[in-house]
């Protein structure tokens, strides 16, 4: 089959087929005669991805300089940043690491649990929907 060589058009504006085999015709609105249909633009739906905060847990047992290397680790805080996340949860109960698509979140939640359990630190993680 041969390709169909695209043609410049302007969306909404009656356009005459040209040639035999035309395919035009079908769109046509009031005023447009034989052979001239009407150019509809074709709508294309994106949709922006639900986005997840994790959040860090406090815990009475858990090193506060291993709270700041998870955040340095697995959430690319500077040490300033990582540290005023670590006070804020120390001092509030909880706090939020950053805000991801599902399967970042999700990857991130598992990677921080995995890695205090494997220091035996009981460091909790979570996610909840934005
Ligand atoms: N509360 C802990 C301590 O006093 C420090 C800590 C901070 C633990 C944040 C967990 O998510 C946490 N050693």
New binding site residues.
């Given amino acids: 089959m041969g390709a169909i060589a695209p043609r410049c058009v302007t969306p909404g504006l009656p356009i005459r087929a040209s040639g035999p085999g035309r395919d035009d015709d079908d769109a046509r609105g009031p005023g447009n005669g034989p052979g001239v249909g009407t150019i509809v633009k074709t709508q294309v739906k994106t949709k922006k991805p639900s986005m997840y905060r994790v959040l860090?847990?406090?815990?009475?047992?858990?090193?506060?300089e291993?709270?700041v290397h998870v955040l340095e680790r697995f959430f690319n805080k500077s040490r300033e940043a990582a540290t005023e996340i670590?006070?804020h949860?120390?001092h509030r109960g909880v706090?939020v690491c950053g805000v991801y698509t599902y399967e970042v979140a999700e990857t991130k939640v598992t990677q921080t649990i995995d890695f205090a359990r494997r220091h035996q630190h009981p460091?909790?993680?979570t996610m909840e929907k934005e």
């Avoid at 860090?56 to 506060?64: A, G």
Wanted: overall charge negative; proline content about 5%; glycine content about 6%.
């Fill in positions: 860090l847990l406090n815990d009475d047992y858990t090193p506060m291993f709270v670590m006070l949860v120390h706090g460091l909790q993680c």
